[in-house]
């Protein structure tokens, strides 16, 4: 097999007949500054053109001191909230000259790091991160490197910037008024407790029932994780325990949704959606569930207006500007489908 090689600024020069550091001021845009002619700025350029010639961007960020590339790390890029919000990012570094390197750490706190780490190693200017971490300990100290801005969740009491969706107040909207529908039961299919969004989502939650006048039962409250097998899992259970469905399920992702959704079809049971025997709402929204002929209502998320928020907030943070509040609660909307 042909051995690649990258052309070089040398291979420019000697290709078009000129010295290396001719060419360097040529293909740096420095021409002018130096008096080079028109016609050896055009020759130069016109072999970097045939040899598709790109600059060597890790040489130029050193000599810049800075990439102008920003770290993204979500748990999920199927995550469809997730996965909109980096869209949106993307769009808007693209936009500003800025490349958006997006990894993803499985709600690992461990893969997390390592995930930080390879992109610090690849001189990011600035990270946005939806932590799985119980303590800001590591943040705080990267935070002497580089600007670091907390997205979607928060550690513990930490004083770190932070863009987030008021999950509990868009929740307890929806689940107040379908629970005065009215409903004796409503079921809810959390994740993992330890992160703030499945706290928040569970309060929004509580309060909904409080506010309909229902008292809660503690069978009703289910967690694992948010993956679809999970809600899978615990619709399997409770259907099992019952022996029929529940009046209404409120799943706090979209994910958990799909389970729940793959258990319902396997067992003949989407008719109840249909009728609304059974209620179900979620957390997160997907323009599929306006193409399904069943009654589910959701949050939706603004991922625009999150990306926005966040892209305006690291951009202050890599020009050293102080930002104030540092915690942003951004507002979500509901999807009635069942009223």
Same mark, same amino acid.
Request: with cysteine; glycine share 4%.
């Given at each position: 097999?042909?051995?690649?090689?990258?052309?070089?600024?040398?291979?420019? *020069?000697?290709?078009?007949?000129?010295?290396?550091?001719? *060419?360097?001021?040529?293909?740096?845009?420095?021409?002018?500054?130096? !008096?080079?002619?028109?016609?050896?700025?055009?020759?130069?350029?016109?072999?970097?053109?045939?040899? #598709?010639?790109?600059?060597?961007?890790?040489?130029?960020?050193?000599?810049?001191?800075?990439?102008?590339?920003?770290?993204?790390?979500?748990?999920?890029?199927?995550?469809?909230?997730?996965?909109?919000?980096?869209?949106?990012?993307?769009?808007?570094?693209?936009?500003?000259?800025?490349?958006?390197?997006?990894?993803?750490?499985?709600?690992?706190?461990?893969?997390? !790091?390592?995930?930080?780490?390879?992109?610090?190693?690849?001189?990011?200017?600035?990270?946005?991160?939806?932590?799985?971490?119980?303590?800001?300990?590591?943040?705080?100290?990267?935070?002497?490197?580089?600007?670091?801005?907390?997205?979607?969740?928060?550690?513990?009491?930490? *004083?770190?910037?932070?863009?987030?969706?008021?999950?509990?107040?868009?929740?307890?909207?929806?689940?107040?008024?379908?629970?005065?529908?009215?409903?004796?039961?409503?079921?809810?299919?959390?994740?993992?407790?330890?992160?703030?969004?499945?706290? #928040?989502?569970?309060?929004?939650?509580?309060?909904?029932?409080?506010? *309909?006048?229902?008292?809660?039962?503690?069978?009703?409250?289910?967690?694992?994780?948010?993956?679809?097998?999970?809600?899978?899992?615990?619709?399997?259970?409770?259907?099992?325990?019952?022996?029929?469905?529940?009046?209404?399920?409120?799943?706090?992702?979209?994910?958990?949704?799909?389970?729940?959704?793959?258990? =319902?079809?396997?067992?003949?049971?989407?008719?109840?959606?249909?009728?609304?025997?059974?209620? =179900?709402?979620?957390?997160?929204?997907?323009?599929?569930?306006?193409?399904?002929? =069943?009654?589910?209502?959701?949050?939706?998320?603004?991922?625009?207006?999150?990306?926005?928020?966040?892209?305006?907030?690291?951009? =202050?943070?890599?020009?050293?500007?102080?930002?104030?509040?540092?915690?942003?609660?951004?507002?979500?909307?509901?999807?009635? !489908?069942?009223?």
């Amino acid at each position: 097999m042909e051995e690649r090689k990258r052309i070089t600024i040398a291979d420019i *020069a000697k290709l078009a007949g000129v010295s290396k550091t001719t *060419a360097s001021m040529v293909l740096n845009g420095r021409a002018s500054t130096f !008096r080079i002619k028109e016609e050896t700025r055009e020759r130069v350029m016109a072999v970097a053109r045939e040899n #598709h010639y790109s600059p060597n961007l890790h040489a130029k960020s050193l000599q810049a001191n800075r990439s102008d590339a920003i770290g993204l790390v979500i748990p999920d890029l199927t995550n469809f909230g997730f996965a909109s919000i980096a869209r949106e990012l993307e769009k808007l570094c693209r936009q500003a000259g800025l490349q958006l390197l997006i990894a993803c750490s499985e709600d690992d706190p461990d893969v997390e !790091r390592q995930v930080v780490d390879g992109l610090v190693r690849r001189q990011i200017d600035g990270l946005i991160v939806a932590s799985s971490q119980t303590s800001d300990e590591f943040y705080q100290t990267l935070t002497k490197q580089i600007p670091v801005l907390l997205l979607d969740r928060h550690i513990g009491q930490s *004083a770190l910037p932070l863009v987030l969706t008021d999950a509990a107040k868009v929740t307890a909207d929806l689940i107040e008024k379908i629970a005065v529908s009215p409903v004796s039961e409503f079921y809810y299919f959390g994740g993992q407790l330890e992160l703030s969004p499945s706290r #928040h989502r569970l309060a929004g939650f509580e309060l909904g029932l409080k506010r *309909a006048g229902i008292e809660e039962n503690p069978e009703w409250i289910r967690h694992r994780d948010y993956q679809p097998e999970s809600g899978y899992e615990m619709m399997q259970q409770l259907h099992q325990e019952l022996g029929r469905l529940p009046e209404a399920l409120f799943t706090a992702s979209y994910t958990l949704l799909e389970g729940v959704l793959r258990y =319902l079809k396997e067992h003949n049971c989407l008719e109840a959606l249909e009728s609304k025997e059974m209620r =179900l709402a979620t957390f997160d929204n997907h323009d599929l569930l306006d193409c399904l002929p =069943l009654n589910i209502d959701s949050v939706a998320q603004d991922s625009e207006k999150i990306a926005q928020t966040s892209f305006q907030l690291i951009r =202050l943070l890599l020009s050293s500007q102080r930002v104030t509040p540092t915690s942003f609660a951004l507002d979500a909307n509901i999807c009635w !489908r069942s009223q």
